[in-house]
């Protein structure tokens, strides 16, 4: 008899401590370790090699020798001759982790003592007023913006950072001014009055930011935070005078109220499955091939299988643009035939996953070449392909294939886009000697290349150059993008430039030969970027790792006892996790909250999960089941296995529909807001603890 394993709340290793709020200098509850040593972290084998020019590491160096004595003009040569000759390139600060020149240089300096920070502000403070001038009398913001970066610790770069916010925000780009005022936040009171600009008001502007995102739950923390410690500020608004914490709170009412009339709130609690709305199953034939998680517009779905594009109605599952013929497939791009490229098995994970933007949808027409054993990677990989889904029923807008740009160059995709405004970035391999990973930013419009910036090589147990077979994998944060790859390394890229703005490895166990030869056990190893953190579970372990977006400090390790985890992003405050198990981390902590699981071959995890408002929708291999995000209770059990001949596989939740993917097809159920019951006497199964110890946590500050 199966039998469920009940959530587990876990009692806290370490006792709480509070760490500082980077929006407002105040706190953000934080799980630490009084108890675990922070140390050093060891040299271990890098599976990347990264440029990191050894002039400029030595430059930076000897500069710290020089100001270990108080020699603060010599200091300032070397590192301010870096900072003008080579601001981007990366140094290594610790072992495999590094970060660019220019804010190394400044972690340096704003570290000096109050002798060292005066002859600092002797050389530079003139010289960052006139270049803000400069750029707000041309009103260049790319220049203002460089003026921000360059010389944070100076009035002149304060207020460029400050007006550079002010633009973001007045064109509507609220994930950009925060990521360029909260460093602002983070000084000294001082340090922001000496460009008269009042911490209230910054402070301020980070909560309208939150409310600006409809990220409701953490502007109400914040607001908590800023009544606490600025209960008397005042300021202006919206052209409107007042106390600060008044103004905000109407303005946090105002904007949930808009919200509610226009339909633009999270799912609310208490969704239930209200049965199946229709299945659409695949051939034996072309079982073997790979099914993407599918992407939505609201209307349709779309997902890729093998070398098409398929496009399906959310509410019938019928081709979303009918042709009238009765072997419809709902086909809107087929691949042209590549002798190199052979269609993966199918997987059941967001590998392939297509991404729907702007009337306009964006996919990997297949899975990478290198989808496979070593010995059988092709040279030439799948086109990058554009399609209309606004006004022109699927049809190609622009493809990026053999006979494009990036292939001329042997580049090729090698992992799911992203897209945003007018622009789609995506990872990409470099096929021929020297072997690169790499970072493309490509016009929406027509896929013209924008930029394409190599971020490291991948190399072999000799120290070789090496060509592995996995994929890359993105997620936007800010104004940055974070590229997971398959080596034991993540870094930032900029978003606008391209500029690799940090990047840090960590020892990596690749993926056994049995995974390696099967394709179909592969699993999404995707970032979730949440509140200045990024987080990622290298899918050939239970291992899940956490960097503080804007440095890429590292802030905790946890091995869960699991293989092949995936995040499915953070719900109630905790990161789900789904292998075997499902499981809720703190985010910023990596201390374990609850875990589900059941005891049976058939009760393991089966794919990414749905994050429906504060609910769970995950899988088994048996069952669809809804779970309380904040508790880990289950809501209600839906047999899928038994009752539809469906195996588990990966959800999402779109419109009403939960779309579940799986190797045998795709189905859609029916989402309601009404309550439905646990299913089959499941909450009488009998329920035990789960008998594993307390995952390690390894916490560095």
Known sequence: MRSAIRPERQRPLTRRRRVPWPQAGLALVVLGAASIAVAQPPRFRQLVAVEAPADVAKSIAAAEEFAADARWDDALDLLLTVQDTRPGALVEVQPGRYMQARGR??????????????????????????????????????????????????????????????????????????????PLARLADRESDAAGIRQSDLLARLILCSIAERDFERADWELAMFRERRPESDGTLGGVAGPLPELLEQALAEAREWAADTGDTPIADGVAIDGLAWIRSLQAAESHRALSWPATDGRNLFLVRGGAIIGLSLATGEPAWPSGDPDDAGILYRRPENPFLRDAPATGTPILAPQASGGRLFAVAGPSPSAGPVDRIAAVGPPLVALDIADGEGRLLWSQGIEGSLARSDWFPSGPPVASGGAVWVPLQRSESP?????????????????????????GPAGEAMFQWETQWLAPAGGRMILATPFGAVAAVNADTGETEWLTTFPYEPPPQAVRDHPERMRSAAPVCWRGIVCVAPHAGGDIRAWEERSGEPLWHVSLPERGLQLAGVCRDGLIASGRRLWSIDPASGQVRWRLGFEDEDGAGAGVPALIGSTIAWCTQRDLLLVDAATGELLQRMPIREAYG???????????????????????????????????????ARRKLLEEEQPRIEVRR
């Open 105 to 182: 240089i400044q972690t340096i300096i704003a570290a000096w003592p109050a002798g060292g920070l005066d002859a600092y502000r002797r050389r530079v403070d003139a010289r960052a007023a006139a270049l803000r001038d400069v750029a707000i009398a041309e009103w260049d913001p790319t220049r203002l913006r460089e003026v921000a970066v360059a010389y944070p610790l100076t009035p002149g770069g304060i207020d460029a950072a400050w007006r550079m916010g002010e633009h973001l925000w007045r064109r509507g780009n609220a994930a950009g001014a925060r990521d360029v005022w909260e």
């Open 435 to 459: 072997r690169k990973i790499g970072l493309a930013r490509l016009r929406a419009a027509d896929g013209q290349v924008d930029w394409l910036r190599p971020v490291c090589s991948p190399i």
């Open 646 to 684: 469906l195996a588990g596989g990966d959800l999402r939740a779109a419109s009403g529909r939960l779309l579940l993917s799986s190797p045998a097809g795709l189905a859609a159920f029916r989402l309601s807001s009404k309550s439905v019951p646990i299913r089959d006497g499941l909450g009488n």
